[in-house]
Nanobody
Framework: QVQLVESGGGSVQAGGSLSVSCVAS????????MGWFRQAPGKEREGVAV????????TYATFVKGRFTISQDNAKNTLYLHMNSLKPEDNAMYYC??????????????????????WGQGTQVTVSS
């Protein structure tokens, strides 16, 4: 089992910056990928950014490239998402997720929420125009 606890988020005006973090505990040595996903009201959950756990390889959704940065601190089992140039359309609940199923990620895609089997409780990011 892996437990994920997010923190950070909050409210900011458009153009501002926010950061969220996620601490993983439990059987973290089983984690293959870890990432951030978001879900706005009435919309499906979507992948934002993912890191290959351990190696640090990253994948970003096109709508956040150049604005968001995902990073990890392996020693602290902590994942970060630094968000710059925030837009009102970035309003969403942001979730940290981990996948211990490498084959599932290869089959479904690294930004597909269905490939992730552990989830945090989410943290709200609100961007006002």
């Amino acid at each position: 089992q892996v437990q994920l606890v997010e923190s950070g988020g909050g409210s900011v005006q458009a153009g501002g910056s926010l950061s969220v973090s996620c601490v993983a505990s439990g059987y973290t040595y089983n984690i293959e990928y870890m990432g951030w996903f978001r879900q706005a009201p009435g919309k499906e959950r979507e992948g934002v950014a993912v890191v290959r756990y351990g190696t640090g390889g990253t994948t970003y959704a096109t709508f956040v490239k150049g604005r968001f940065t995902i990073s990890q601190d392996n020693a602290k089992n902590t994942l970060y998402l630094h968000m710059n140039s925030l837009k009102p359309e970035d309003n969403a609940m942001y979730y940290c997720a981990a996948s211990t199923q490498w084959r599932n990620v290869q089959r479904l895609g690294v930004l597909n929420p269905g490939a992730y089997n552990y989830w945090g409780q989410g943290t709200q990011v609100t961007v006002s125009s």
